[in-house]
């Protein structure tokens, strides 16, 4: 006669002992992504070129006109240059792990999802400090190479409100472009849907409000782009707060939002 067999407990991998992974480390992984492959090194490296390429364009062209220049002109040059593509980085940042079908290996190595998007974040606010230190570096080898060349010295005009609108304004952007990526989680799509927003939305709004006038009432409430103006040189007054608040909430925060709840709740396959 045979002895009925019990059932056998299913193995069981006990984790809870397992330090969880370091925040400073995700953060420190997400920003080496942004340099640690092709794409991303050429995009850094491109930024930085077209920076320097914008600047001396500048400083020849002041010099060869004999037009005054201050710092800030110079830093300015090369913040344009820098608003253009930092955006992509922010969006590289975020679409990695959905174009490259590497989310199940991320998210299985820190499953918590919520840390790895704040990690990304981080990394972006930090790759916005470097490009606004090159910026001023930039700015300031110019700056003191038109005031050699002019002989009557280099005209330091640049303030504190210039700086604070600088670093807002290169910091906008760059969440601009993140928001759009957790939006779409798509690398052309993001870029693509980004430079529409920078570039054609604001001469949409222009136009409408040239040929419409109850429309000219409603644009600089839905216009980030040109609520953004006042702050590179931090004059903002009266209604330019509002209009700042509402249409950021509009095309930032918003966005931002309803792409985080996405991620935190796509499948990923």
């Known amino acids: 006669m045979t002895t009925p067999t019990a059932h056998a407990t299913p193995a069981t991998f006990d984790i809870s002992g397992t330090a969880p992974v370091p925040f400073t480390r995700l953060v420190a992984v997400e920003l080496r992504k942004t340099y640690d492959t092709r794409a991303g090194w050429w995009l850094i490296g491109i930024?930085?070129?077209?920076?320097?390429v914008a600047d001396t364009?500048?400083?020849?062209?002041?010099?060869?006109?004999?037009?005054?220049?201050?710092?800030?002109?110079?830093?300015?040059?090369a913040a344009f240059?820098?608003?253009?593509?930092?955006?992509?980085?922010?969006?590289?940042?975020?679409?990695?792990?959905?174009?490259?079908?590497?989310?199940m290996v991320t998210f299985t190595l820190?499953?918590?999802?919520?840390?790895v998007v704040a990690a990304k974040l981080i990394a972006g606010l930090m790759l916005t400090g470097f490009v606004v230190v090159f910026a001023l570096v930039v700015g300031l080898v110019c700056n003191?190479?038109?005031?050699?060349?002019?002989?009557?010295?280099?005209d330091w005009t640049f303030g504190w409100s210039g700086f604070f609108g600088f670093?807002?304004?290169?910091?906008?952007a760059m969440l601009g472009g993140f928001a759009l990526a957790t939006l779409l989680l798509n690398t052309p799509g993001a870029i693509v849907l980004f430079f529409v927003y920078k570039w054609v939305l604001p001469g949409l709004f222009a136009l409408g409000s040239a040929l419409?006038?109850?429309?000219?009432?409603?644009?600089?409430?839905?216009?980030?782009?040109?609520?953004?103006?006042p702050l590179f040189d931090m004059s903002?007054?009266?209604?330019?707060?509002?209009?700042?608040?509402?249409s950021g909430f509009i095309w930032l925060a918003l966005p931002l939002a309803i792409g985080i709840w996405r991620i935190l709740r796509a499948e990923v396959k």
Do not use: C
């Open 47 to 52: 930024t930085m070129i077209l920076a320097l």
């Open 57 to 77: 364009i500048a400083l020849i062209v002041v010099t060869v006109q004999d037009i005054e220049s201050t710092y800030g002109d110079f830093v300015g040059g």
């Open 81 to 103: 240059v820098s608003s253009i593509l930092l955006p992509v980085l922010g969006i590289m940042l975020v679409t990695s792990e959905w174009s490259q079908r590497t989310a």
């Open 110 to 115: 820190e499953p918590r999802r919520a840390h």
């Open 144 to 154: 003191v190479l038109y005031g050699l060349i002019q002989g009557n010295g280099s």
């Open 167 to 172: 670093v807002i304004t290169q910091t906008l």
């Open 212 to 229: 419409m006038a109850w429309f000219s009432d409603v644009a600089p409430w839905i216009d980030f782009q040109a609520a953004q103006q």
């Open 236 to 246: 903002l007054k009266g209604d330019d707060y509002a209009h700042l608040f509402v």
